[in-house]
């Protein structure tokens, strides 16, 4: 199985759903990153220290690959552009399972980014849409069996819950190689994620969350369609 995950900026990805995307990986999967935008608009940290953290992000959580379009902050317009370039990033990965930001969010750019991926994946399955590789070669239609939206910062009941008991610790890793956004003495202005108390909050819901279901950690996702239960058995492993 090939996961594909979205963010619509850097880090997005690792503080939502990283501990799962560790999972898929122990799993004997591949997993690939796509950020939508160079977080240029972000109130801390430079677009090439943010570039910096997302390929030391990418080498300690073990992706196969990370990319980066360069759609715009504050920009995530829903275009034909936009569009055919997350379409292209698919099919150029063909994966089974995409996941993306949560359609109903505080940031804007995300429920924008949430917009732009769910229709990117239906789309990309169009044989008569034509996009294009790197060397101008037209990409064969595929369409991801499954999209997952993950949790950012609204409270939404997820539809499943991922144990992440084993792979919560070393998720912290990837959130931590993104440190100018993070909480540091005297770090100056205060904004929503490096507030001293915000990497406990984080805890925190996962934790809530993997006591819904009776584990230490646990992530929340939302479906956008009924998943088949193959293994039956294997829901009380």
């Not at 490096?194 to 969350?209: P, Q, S």
């Amino acid at each position: 199985m090939y996961a594909l995950a979205f963010g619509a900026h850097p880090d997005d990805v690792e503080l939502a759903c990283g501990a799962t995307l560790l999972k898929i990986m122990q799993e004997g999967n591949r997993v690939a990153v796509c950020d939508l935008t160079k977080g240029e608009l972000g109130t801390l940290g430079s677009v090439e220290t943010r570039n910096k953290e997302a390929d030391k992000a990418c080498a300690v959580m073990g992706y196969a690959h990370r990319v980066r379009l360069d759609l715009g902050d504050g920009k995530l317009w829903y275009n034909d552009e936009n569009l055919h370039s997350v379409i292209s990033i698919i099919r150029r990965f063909r994966p089974q399972v995409v996941f993306a930001n949560p359609p109903d969010e505080r940031h804007p750019d995300h429920i924008k980014a949430s917009k732009l991926i769910a229709d990117a994946v239906y789309y990309a399955g169009l044989k008569q849409l034509i996009t294009h590789d790197d060397t101008r070669t037209a990409q064969k239609p595929h369409r991801p069996s499954h999209l997952f939206h993950y949790l950012q910062f609204k409270h939404i009941d997820p539809d499943i819950i991922i144990d992440i008991s084993d792979t919560f610790e070393r998720s912290r890793a990837g959130i931590l190689a993104f440190g100018s956004q993070f909480y540091r003495e005297g770090s100056e202005p205060e904004t929503l994620i490096n507030r001293k108390e915000f990497l406990t909050g984080l805890e925190a819901r996962a934790r809530y969350l993997g006591e819904q279901i009776g584990t230490m950690y646990g992530e929340g996702l939302l479906t956008t369609k009924i998943p088949a239960i193959r293994n039956f058995s294997a829901l009380f492993e």
